[in-house]
């Protein structure tokens, strides 16, 4: 038996040995055709992608049968790169990812990143630009600046793409820049030039044409005086981006000549995604000429393509062309379809956007499809009013509006799912909302002049969160298997407004749709719903302005007047139509554009009755009516609370910093003022900042209303370092009492200030901006900035005024009252005495005690006028009372205990007094 098994084991030994000899030899025969034909695939992809991947796919067979890894991982990372040129992004992801494992299990840090640069391009192309972001952070901190400027130069190219695509342009142009920088430093002439036509079209985007179109011609002569093989290739790109300049600028000629050579060429090289970009330019070309056949053939065949390539970005923008090139030919059915591809494809590459920054700006870039498909289903509906396109145009509408503060507030809300563990699911959302700050500021940080090292810290914070996010979600899953898979609705239908928004009989919802060819406007009650036309949105602005103009200012002799006539004009406007059929007491207002800007309770009714809305009508606010849907939900979730008011004011400011300091108290010499501060140039002078005196009786107000329930923070308590750490969990209302300012080039940067100063005399940062809110944990009832104009921002299309309201929803609050003027701060102050005396002691719901208090002041004579009075407005949850907590009772138990010995006392005492009494009779 030994003798067998000895012979046998000599044999495969033998075996093994001859064909080592042998196996040698093939392999490196092996090896060199596997390489030529790697070669060979890299000539053949200018001129034929397919081809070349048909070849690659041969050479990475073979380095794989000689056991090469890091020949199959380049053959992998080849195989991307032809794909992608193709369009095929998720063969090409694939390719990269199974290139970035061999890199890793290699420990090769530069051809890693190299991978991870890739995917950031691949996640980018097809509108996932948050992962887009979070590929290429991870690839640059495995990169040395000073000593790979080439693959930094790749991955600033990456960002800038981010971007420009995701509606950013002003980040894209200092990412592009920087690019070139590092091109440079490369000596990489061919993607240094790429880079300078890049930073023109970015121009482009950001409307400097000119300077656009100097960038570009710049570029395309360094392109044709390039010896590189691809400078055909790169000027035709050039020639693309200088089209749609001279396009913008109605050169529609020049545009041709500029598209039909590029055309002609991309389809030699068989370049079909290049070719069909060029198309749909053509398309708009033609359609600008009103050659509208013409027109519908190139968007027709464009759209084909991006179609069959899966290309949403390029996909959606081709639809809506075709869509409004159909509207304009009153093809309605065809305009309807397309635009509603269009709408659907949006919302896809939307839903992704787990970013404020990203997903306010798409909005705006984007907001035009909307409009244009509200059009269309309002067109349709005059033809056939029967047919419910009139409750279609208004979900469109609200799928229009407040996207990104709908979306985040989703986002970071509980789940709540049958079968899970309620705990865990907290910890799943406290998780989620982690994530979605830190992508936040890795967004903020990398649109400035960053350090390399903040963005490592970032990511690798990132990376240990997503790690535990994932963690949690698989014991979610375990207890749940589709938990991960419900999403929430994204927004409400007529008939969820109606029975869960509106609920009553003496409510109407009111929402407005301004546009360029017309507006309209829906008013929805509890069984009801209708829809009116407006005008069109330039004239409704234009009323807006001259109102506002008129408010914003301390009013004069003539001011009354002539403001009286300009709210009646805008009354006629925006409530004209609808004015027969407001029969309820509360009006929610859904405002859109230039709305936004105007408090409606100071609107007459009509032009015959001066009196205000605010006399008869509670008033209410919202984003949208989701929106509000969506805070409901949110407060009910919340526990009881236990604290009703948490107030910051009257903070230390170099002016008044010697007063708190000897005496603590604070009690200065303070002027009449406004709660505002003016800014010059780009900053605000902290130096120049005076208290203000009304603040003060303002806190001490609400002490004496709230009690023992009050957290009062003012002088050096109410600073940064205490609001930042402060659990507002337990608390019903937030209160600021204090500067509001509104910058009006960034309004990012607008605030309002805490104290600037700490206990020592030292400077410490007080002022508290919008992206300082975003980043709060304020899951209160109702937050009050008792402010001047706090409750403005930046109008941007399709999301409203962004700015402190919105970030106090986000942050956690129901509802906020915030002004959209300077207001005066002694009329302040007996606006907020009154307001909270109607909640905390007439147990008036927010909205109601607003209404009240607006209509106490107005009825002195001094603030009558509607600057003093109408400034500040309830945005978002209207329906709950705010209740000052009922005191602590004593424990069941204790309370029975207590009872049954009164009890027997009573008993007790009755038997003596019978005893007694039954003594003296004897007696």
Known sequence: MKATLTFFFCLILSWHLSGGVSFTAINEDTHKRAQELLDLSRKQNPENHELAIETAKKALSLFQSTGDQERVGTTYQFLGTYNFALNKFSEAAQYYESALQIWRQRNDLAKEADMLTQLGFVESRQGEWINGFSYLTQAQNLIDNQEDPARMARIAAGMAYVFRESGLPEYGLSQSQRAKEYYLQAQDERFYNFQQMLIGYTRFLLKNYDTALTELEQALELFEASSDSNRELDAS???????????????????????????????????????????????????????????????????KHFRE???????????????????????????????????????????????????????ASVHERYETYIDCLMRKHKQQPSQ?????????????????????????????????????????????????????????????????????????????????????????????????????????????????????????LLEYFLGRNGSYLWAITRNDARVFDLEKADVITQAVKDVYEMLSVEPNDDTDKRLNKATAELSKLVLGPVANHLNARRIIVVADGALNYIPFQLLPLSSRDQTPLVANYEVVNAPSASVLGQLRQERQQRPRRTQILAAFGDP????????????????????????????KGDDIDIATIQPLHYSKSELKKLSDLAGSAALIKRGFDASRGVLETTDFSKYAILHFATHGLLNPKNPEKSGFLLST??????????????????????????????????????????????????????????????SLWKVDDEATAELMKNFYANMLQKGMAPAEALRAAQNTVRQNPL????????????????????????PAVAPPGVQNAVGGGLLLALLGGIAWGLKRRYSTTKL
Not at 485 to 505: F, G, H, P, R, W
Request: charged content about 25%; hydrophobic content about 40%.
């Open 309 to 363: 390539a899966d290309a949403p970005v390029e996909k959606a923008g081709v639809a809506f062309a075709l869509g409004r090139l159909e509207l304009k030919e009153s093809n309605y059915d065809a305009a309807e379809n397309y635009l509603r591809e269009s709408i659907e494809t949006t919302e896809d590459i939307r839903s992704d956007l787990n970013s404020r920054v990203l997903a306010t700006a798409f909005s």
């Open 863 to 886: 603030w009558q006028s509607p600057h003093y009075w109408a400034g500040f407005t309830l945005q978002g949850e209207f329906k709950e009372s705010i209740k000052l907590p009922v």
């Open 652 to 679: 230390v400011f170099a002016s008044n910093y010697q007063q708190f300091k000897k005496s603590g108290s604070g009690e200065l010499l303070a002027t009449k003022s406004d709660r505002d501060i003016e800014v």
């Open 237 to 303: 790109q050039c020639h693309g981006y200088m089209a749609q300049v001279y396009m913008a600028t109605g050169k529609y000629d020049l545009a041709l000549q500029h598209l039909l050579p590029p055309l002609a060429f991309y389809e030699t090289k068989n370049k079909q995604g290049d070719a069909a970009e060029i198309r749909a330019l053509i398309g708009e070309v033609y359609q600008r000429q009103g050659k509208t056949e013409l027109a519908r053939t190139n968007y027709q065949a464009a759209l």
């Open 388 to 508: 419910g396109m009139d409750l279609r145009a208004f979900q469109a509408s609200e799928l229009a509006r407040a996207r990104s503060l709908a979306a985040l507030l989703r986002d970071t809300q509980t789940k709540i799912v049958t079968g899970i563990d309620p705990q865990l699911a907290e910890q799943e959302r406290t998780l989620r909302q982690a994530i979605l700050a830190k992508a936040e500021q890795t967004i903020t940080l990398l649109a400035a002049d960053y350090n390399k090292d903040q963005l490592h810290q970032l990511e690798t914070s990132l990376t240990r969160l997503r790690e535990q996010h994932k963690q949690v979600v698989q014991k979610l899953q375990k207890q749940n298997p589709h938990y991960d898979q419900i999403k929430e609705t994204a927004n409400y239908s007529v008939k969820q407004i109606q029975d869960l928004i509106i609920e009553d009989d003496q409510t109407m």
């Open 757 to 818: 100063l700490d206990l020592d005399g030292n400077q410490q940062d007080g002022f508290i901006t919008m992206r300082d809110v975003y980043s709060l944990h304020v899951p209160v009832d109702l937050v009050v900035l008792s402010a001047c104009r706090t409750g403005l921002g930046k109008d941007v299309r399709g999301e409203g005024l962004i700015g402190l309201t919105r970030g106090f929803m986000h942050a956690g609050a129901s509802s906020v009252v915030a």
